[in-house]
């Protein structure tokens, strides 16, 4: 899997592709939450991708892997005391990763996590922070296993699920 910064020429294949991922987790026991163009909306892809700050995993030119990664994160995050005391512009936090039903099982998140992880460390960041649906198993045991932490559960407002309970995890570079 090759990963790269999406083009905006590249938008609709993103939105694309986000819109076959929910297509194909309708019927999963592991409810991630999104709805077509709530989470991830419209903008906020190609504002991602306007940025520099969308990423996408392709074999032979069809995206099958996608993320976001920048310095954002929900207002709720203000509320916790991080174990890594750093700055906003110090910190990276992964938003909308997912990777297509089709291609589940082949070790593509976790290449996706690894690159975050270099790039973080290329970019000399301290943390990397996230949220995960409660429940959402498979995300839980990806990030656990590649050394993040599990902080503690937080009822934060999102537009596709409303107020509902995340997972904080981080990762202390």
Do not use: C
């Amino acid at each position: 899997m090759i990963i790269e910064k999406a083009t905006i020429e590249q938008y609709e294949a993103v939105r694309s592709f986000y819109h076959s991922l929910i297509d194909g987790l309708q019927d999963s026991i592991y409810d991630i939450g999104w709805k077509k163009d709530v989470y991830p909306e419209p903008d906020f892809l190609i504002n991602s991708i306007s940025r520099g700050e969308l990423f996408i995993g392709t074999t032979d030119g069809k995206i099958m892997a996608a993320m976001v990664i920048n310095h954002e994160s929900n207002e709720g995050y203000q509320n916790v005391d991080w174990p890594t005391k750093a700055s906003v512009d110090e910190v990276l936090g992964i938003h909308a990763l997912g990777v297509h039903p089709d291609y589940a099982g082949n070790g593509y998140a976790k290449e996706l996590v690894s690159f975050v992880i270099t790039y973080a460390k290329e970019h000399k960041q301290k943390a990397i922070r996230l949220d995960v649906l409660k429940g959402n198993a498979p995300a839980e045991k990806l990030y656990s296993s590649m050394g993040f932490k599990y902080l503690r559960t937080l009822p934060m407002y999102y537009e596709d699920t409303g107020l509902t309970d995340y997972e904080l995890y981080e990762l202390s570079l």
